[in-house]
């Protein structure tokens, strides 16, 4: 059994509420960082964090948005997201504070770590990597990309990254992924990409959507162009990250 609950801290000058997930008894256990997309940290975010305890990882889903999601509000959030994905400084900050707190949960094996990141979540991650962040595995779902990554940016960083998006996603694309993939390559970083056929940006959320679906169909036309759930993309992406996390930052003592 796993323990989850909030955690109310100060980063951007805002009053973030996060959602700390850990597993039941005293540990070690390897530690995994959850970054949001730009619509805010929801139940779906919430609810990894909780499986990730389950499978016996201490999980942190940190917020950047103040407590708010903008469901249904893209020029909000945009107001929001775009500023800080244009202020490196800005993401480092309010990564490193929400790692700050996974990190100081008793139980936590500080040499075990690992990141899963959406959209402008999958931003920050990268910020924290590139930053010296030692993260053994991080799992990117159609993250946002540094417009001009370099190789030397990357020469020395650690860890395996998966990278997914949606082959119709118009924010990440696979040849965006492909072409930061060659960065991470010339630099030496272990790296792969999955591209999930028919899906858009979005589309492991069901609010994405007017309407979901349970089946392995692209969901109806988003309020949103290019953003849809596609339930068998979703359904594949997460088996993905948790192989991803399991081959790499295996579960357990080490």
């Known amino acids: 059994m796993s323990v989850g609950q909030d955690v109310t801290y100060t980063a951007d000058g805002m009053t973030m509420v996060g959602h700390l997930a850990r597993p039941d008894g005293d540990g070690p ?61 800005r993401m480092l900050a309010i990564g490193r504070t929400a790692l700050d707190i996974l990190l100081a949960v008793p139980g936590v094996d500080h040499r075990r770590l690992a990141a899963l990141g959406f959209g402008a979540g999958g931003r920050i991650v990268l ?21 001009a990554a370099s190789a030397r940016d990357w020469a020395g960083v650690p860890g395996a990254f998966l990278l997914c998006t949606g082959s119709e996603d118009p924010l990440c694309t696979p040849a965006q ?13 272990d790296w792969r ?31 949103v162009p290019g953003v849809g759930y596609h339930a068998g993309a979703a359904r594949r992406a997460w088996d993905a990250v948790l192989r991803h996390l399991h081959d790499e930052v295996p579960p357990g003592r080490p």
């Not at 910020?127 to 990309?145: N, Q, R």
């Open 193 to 223: 990409v999955e591209v999930f056929g028919g899906a858009q940006h979005a589309f492991w959320a069901v609010e994405a959507s007017a309407q979901g679906t349970a089946g392995d169909t692209p969901g109806p036309v988003s309020t």
């Open 29 to 89: 256990w390897p530690a995994v960082l959850i970054g949001h997309d730009g619509v805010g940290l929801d139940a779906y975010q919430r609810g990894r964090a909780d499986i990730l305890a389950d499978h016996g990882y201490a999980t942190f889903a940190m917020d950047f948005h103040g407590g708010r999601t903008y469901f249904g509000e893209p020029g909000p959030m945009l107001d929001r997201t775009m500023p800080l994905l244009d202020d490196p400084g």
């Open 177 to 189: 992924l492909l072409t930061f993939g060659t960065v991470l390559h010339e630099a030496g970083v």
């Open 127 to 147: 910020e924290l990597a590139s930053g010296g962040t030692p993260f053994a595995a991080a799992a990117l779902i159609h993250p946002a990309l540094p417009p």
